[in-house]
């Protein structure tokens, strides 16, 4: 017998996945991907905020956590992406246009897009960590006017490696959002910045005294970049990460995600900087 | 037209400098403005200036062994390019190209270090700035060594 879990609030068992149709692959990078899925009948696209992920699960492979990564205003599409580095998301890389999965969701602490109304925007992505900060930036962008200055710093490995290339490319083209990427490795003509991400947020322009800042990519980088922000001013109070840990139950009762006194999937991922600081630099956390 | 001095203490590498001091820099400096693709200086070349970049992008390459050069970094408006004019043997060990219409302050390297002889406390104001960004090239450099995105 199935122990008896709690509700997401909406009445719906949250360990129940509903069955979504890979309705669209993009390929990303080599070996990134997204996906829209569209519900089916007895399914539906449930609100998220942005920041939040969802369990996908190939049916008889297993349940990874994936952040969201599509418009938080599109009521008939969930996006996702992801690499496919493991057996499930290998798995998910193989399933294609008009593959089922279950979804599980949303999950999880967004990003704090109403406190950071009236602020400049500092968002800090590195790699994949794009994908998580693609929501708020469809949100900010849609409701542009309540927000002041707001600036995208993004950092990947080689030119190949940058996802939402298009996107970019035209959210660099709009006069009131200021877009910088950065590459490890300038290959193939790259005529861009070379070098990390934390340069970048050294001359960036933005208010340090009032900014709001969302982080998101490997927790080194984070790390690096937080610091980088608190040089510059800003206070840990309005300074936000994303966490990645491996996760089963997605609501705060297996223990798997535990990170410090927190679970990653209920407490987190995103979480003010102060709250997990001293965990930040542990190893082995 | 601003005069060098302007342009020079609006640049974030000499914040707070005290104005009489940004006087006496400016008395080295002089404008210059470089084409995309042609090369700023070279490796091996005398390291007799710094640049203090207004606008535009700058890659500092690894000189190519056998292949095309590898940029390594690029530095850009509100960023100062080469250190090795304070460093003996002042030779650059980079080379430094324009990948975008550059546009900048050039300081003369050895009317720089005469002045720091002179003035130990202008020396020190140099000294302490180029440590900053030595050490934050540094740690950009060893973090690019991490390849940090692999897993993320």
Known sequence: ??????????????????????????????????????????????????????????????????SISG????????????????????????????????????????????????????????????????????????????????????????????????????????????????????????????????????????????????????????????????????????????????????????????????FVCKDGPVFRVDRVEPWLAKREI | MRDLASLLADHPFFHDVPAPYVTVLAGCARNVAVQPAAYIFRTGEPANAFYVLREGRVGIELPPVGGSPRTIQTVSAGDVLGWSWLIPPHQWRFDARALTPVRAVVLDGECLRKKCEQDHDLGYELLRRFSQVIADRLESARLQLQDLYGGA
């Open chain 1, 1 to 66: 017998m199935r122990a008896k879990t709690k509700t997401n609030g909406r009445g719906a068992d949250p360990m129940r996945p509903d069955l979504f149709l890979i309705k669209r692959v993009r390929k990303e990078t080599a070996d990134t991907f997204t996906m829209e899925l569209q519900p089916q009948p007895g399914s539906r696209v449930r609100p998220f905020r942005p920041g939040q992920f969802n369990m996908l699960d190939v049916i008889g492979v297993g349940e990874v956590p994936i």
């Open chain 1, 71 to 262: 418009d938080p205003a599109s009521t008939v599409r969930v996006g996702h992406t992801t690499r496919a580095v493991g057996a499930v998301t290998n798995a998910m890389s193989r399933l294609g246009r008009g593959g089922l999965l279950g979804v599980r969701g949303p999950f999880g602490t967004g990003w704090p897009l109403d406190l950071a109304a009236g602020r400049d925007v500092v968002i800090v992505a590195g790699g994949i960590g794009l994908a998580p900060l693609r929501p708020a930036i469809y949100h900010v962008l849609a409701h542009r006017s309540r927000y002041g200055r707001v600036v995208l710093l993004y950092g990947t490995r080689t030119p190949s490696d940058i996802l939402f290339r298009n996107e970019l490319r035209l959210w660099g083209g709009r006069f009131d959002l200021d877009v910088q990427v950065t590459v490890d490795r300038g290959e193939g003509g790259w005529r861009g910045n070379v070098g990390v991400v934390t340069p970048l947020i050294r001359r960036a322009g933005f208010d340090p005294l009032q900014a709001l800042a969302m982080v998101c990519g490997p927790e080194i980088m984070m790390r690096f970049a937080v610091q980088e922000l608190q040089k510059r001013g800003v206070t840990n109070d309005r300074i936000y990460v994303s966490l990645e840990r491996n996760m089963k139950c997605a609501i705060g009762l297996c223990g798997h995600c535990q990170f410090g006194p927190f």
